[in-house]
């Protein structure tokens, strides 16, 4: 079954560290992958997307993720954390014949330490 | 460009009630989708509109959940009767066509809790 893993459901990292959310996909068919970030009460907004382009893809915020087949992963960093940063994040799996519909992983819930 | 308007965002009732929730999608935007949001876990898909057909309703419980799209732009979903794990949070996506790579908007959610 098609499905998506993401490790940690709580990460802390200290404002200016690196920030370093893990996904995995399950999955024998090429996958479009996202990334979701949701405040307190908000919807959720779209970070960044893998649609089969470049592997290495780069969002809002300074974010980027990059896609890895051989290990079917699509990471998010960040070089340096910020007090805004502090959220939870979605990772989301869906293909070419799913209609748009999204598979979510559990979601990370990120703090941030002055 | 205004984004995806929900109403209520907040919901308090009691098992066996019923209760409804409205969605209006952005403009022009063809397809819709009603996620199920419950604490602690990640949205799941409970319908998923193309104008004002039903795409997939294939996760959505039919024996007390519904929804409708009239007129393919705004939608209502219907949950009567209500239970104890339907507590959530509900939301609304619009995406301009139904593929992959097409960015799905989010709407504010409401958050339905049920005693």
Same mark, same amino acid.
């Given at each position: #079954?098609?499905?998506?893993?993401?490790?940690?459901?709580?990460v802390s990292v200290?404002?200016?560290?690196?920030?370093?959310?893990?996904?995995? $996909?399950?999955?024998?068919? &090429? &996958?479009? /992958?996202?990334?979701?970030?949701?405040? &307190?009460?908000?919807?959720?907004? /779209?970070?960044?997307? $893998?649609?089969?382009?470049?592997?290495?893809?780069?969002?809002i915020n300074g974010?980027? #993720?990059?896609?890895?087949?051989? =290990?079917?992963?699509?990471?998010?960093?960040? &070089?340096?954390?910020?007090?805004?940063?502090?959220? =939870? $994040?979605?990772? #989301?799996?869906? $293909?070419?014949?799913?209609?748009?519909?999204?598979?979510?992983?559990?979601?990370?819930?990120?703090?941030?330490?002055? | 460009?205004?984004?995806?308007?929900?109403?209520?965002?907040?919901?308090? *009732?009691?098992?066996?009630?019923?209760?409804?929730?409205?969605?209006?999608? *952005?403009?022009?935007?063809?397809?819709?989708?009603?996620?199920?949001? *419950?604490?602690?876990?990640?949205?799941?898909?409970? *319908?998923?509109?193309?104008?004002?057909?039903?795409?997939?309703?294939?996760?959505?419980?039919?024996?007390?959940?519904?929804?409708?799209?009239?007129?393919?732009?705004?939608?209502?979903?219907?949950?009567?009767?209500?239970?104890?794990?339907?507590?959530?949070?509900?939301?609304?996506?619009?995406?301009?066509?139904?593929?992959?790579?097409?960015?799905?908007?989010?709407?504010?959610?409401?958050?339905?809790?049920?005693?």
């Open positions: #079954a098609q499905s998506v893993t993401q490790l940690g459901s709580h200290s404002e200016g560290a690196l920030v370093l959310l893990r996904c995995n $996909y399950s999955s024998s068919v &090429p &996958p479009y /992958l996202f990334w979701y970030v949701q405040y &307190p009460n908000q919807g959720l907004q /779209l970070l960044l997307k $893998y649609t089969s382009a470049a592997t290495l893809v780069k969002g974010f980027e #993720a990059e896609f890895k087949k051989s =290990e079917t992963s699509f990471h998010l960093t960040k &070089p340096s954390a910020h007090m805004s940063d502090a959220a =939870e $994040y979605f990772c #989301a799996v869906t $293909y070419y014949n799913q209609g748009g519909k999204l598979i979510f992983g559990q979601g990370t819930e990120l703090s941030v330490k002055p | 460009e205004a984004g995806v308007a929900q109403s209520p965002r907040y919901k308090i *009732i009691e098992k066996r009630q019923s209760v409804a929730f409205w969605c209006n999608p *952005i403009s022009g935007h063809a397809t819709l989708y009603w996620y199920q949001q *419950i604490l602690g876990q990640g949205p799941k898909l409970l *319908i998923q509109f193309q104008n004002n057909g039903v795409v997939d309703d294939s996760q959505l419980p039919k024996d007390r959940f519904s929804a409708e799209r009239l007129k393919g732009v705004d939608s209502t979903l219907k949950i009567q009767p209500a239970k104890l794990e339907d507590s959530a949070v509900y939301l609304c996506a619009s995406s301009t066509r139904d593929r992959g790579t097409n960015e799905q908007f989010f709407g504010p959610g409401t958050r339905l809790t049920v005693l």
